[in-house]
């Protein structure tokens, strides 16, 4: 642990940085369980392994005010976990968090909200995970981080507000990343197996794939265009010429580019952006 203390427009706060470390063992899995990792602040990085536990390291961050040092507890912010219907849950535990299991979903409510901003400035979780391969996960965080997911043979939905998604080597069922002020990457060595749907708000969509690459490819946004350096016939749609040695393409959302023989449905919407369909 380190703690550094610093004095800004006369206002003091304290700084505290801890290791975390987390082990699920296998006892607490099955090859049906999905795996949901909800963090608010901070990077995520996931790595799918041929393992069966889950392994979580890294370090939270927690900033606060030593005049009111009583409400100033590191040790009041911990990785937790619940389980309910196959779905295993870990978050961040936090003072006055209420949470619960509804609808295979985990519902957040606090009771100390009014008192909040004036006891703790900020917390910030920094971590990275290896994962079972074959679990379905959903990852997401929220601020001041960016979420990176690779390896994992069942699928992905992965989430962020503030920052970027990374996707590389998901295969087997559908694959998701959101976000609303960032970018989205997607990197397939192999056609995906399933549906893929990346949606940003204010970002880029950038998609790496293999010259076989194979599917059908819609896309939407209000103020961009899509791009690629894919050279196929098969393209159905109308072509507005090239820009960067790209071709370039302005179409509807009903409207599909279809790669190679065509496949699984990536689709691709953006408001504020452009999109990329680049050979690795």
Known sequence: MSIEISAQSNVVTERVTEDVEMRISASELTRETVFHFNNINGDLNVEGYNGDEILITGTKIITGKPNVRRSFDPGEFYLDKLSKNGHLFVFVRHPGLEVEIEDN???YRSNRENIWEEKIQRFEFNLQM????YLMSEISTINAGEVVVEGLSSGVDASNINGSVILRSITGGLII????NGNIKAEFKETPH???ELHTVNGNIEVLASKSFSANVTFKSL?????TDFDDRSFRSDRKGKKDGMNRFSIGSSDTIQFGQGGPTVQLR???GNAYIKQL
């Open 130 to 133: 290896k994962v079972p391969h």
């Open 194 to 196: 399933a549906d893929v």
């Open 270 to 272: 953006l408001l504020n």
């Open 223 to 227: 103020h961009g265009e899509l791009y």
């Open 177 to 180: 990343a959101e976000t609303v």
């Open 105 to 107: 979903e985990l519902n």
